[in-house]
């Protein structure tokens, strides 16, 4: 029982990239083909898959088993605060928020300079496409250097 949601969560990743590699499903490419092409074809999948978000989060909320945050969602009932057991330590909300915002824009930058959302960048990695592992490559690598400024500014 102790392995079951990192099963879990395996299977659904791979069901999920496997849809994602078969439908061609980029969130950015969505947004780019209703603006400049007014095809919705793409954004189809970004609704179904915000639907399943909120389906998995409303079955969260309903098991709350004891594996699951006693206080689940965690926002609701501690606001902004750490999260216990987070491998972020810094305690100022303000500079992980700026280190953040920063990590957000880069990668989204980065992204659409690449022709896609970090997920179809993995897809076409894995289909053989060298500037995506290239790409892939530099998410990766800019992963633990995030975590290592926020966490050089733990007070």
């Known amino acids: 029982?102790?392995?079951a949601f990192a099963i879990t969560t395996l299977i659904i990743g791979?069901?999920?990239g496997f849809l994602f590699q078969r439908t061609g499903q980029c969130f950015i490419g969505a947004y780019r083909d209703l603006y400049l092409f007014r095809d919705t074809?793409?954004?189809k999948g970004v609704?179904?898959?915000f639907i399943g978000?909120?389906?998995g989060y409303l079955l969260l909320l309903l098991i709350r088993d004891p594996f699951t945050v006693s206080s689940f969602p965690w926002a609701l009932?501690?606001?902004l605060a750490a999260i216990p057991g987070s491998i972020v330590k810094a305690k100022d909300l303000l500079s992980v928020l700026i280190v953040g915002i920063i990590g957000g824009f880069g990668i989204g930058f980065?992204?659409?300079a690449m022709g896609g959302c970090p997920m179809r960048n993995h897809v076409m990695a894995a289909e053989g496409n060298l500037s995506s592992l290239a790409y892939v490559i530099g998410f990766w690598v800019g992963i633990p250097i995030i975590y290592w400024i926020i966490n050089s500014l733990a007070i």
């Open 1 to 3: 029982m102790v392995y």
């Open 14 to 16: 791979f069901i999920a």
């Open 41 to 43: 074809h793409l954004l």
């Open 47 to 49: 609704i179904g898959f």
């Open 53 to 55: 978000a909120l389906v």
């Open 77 to 79: 009932y501690k606001g």
């Open 110 to 112: 980065f992204s659409v």
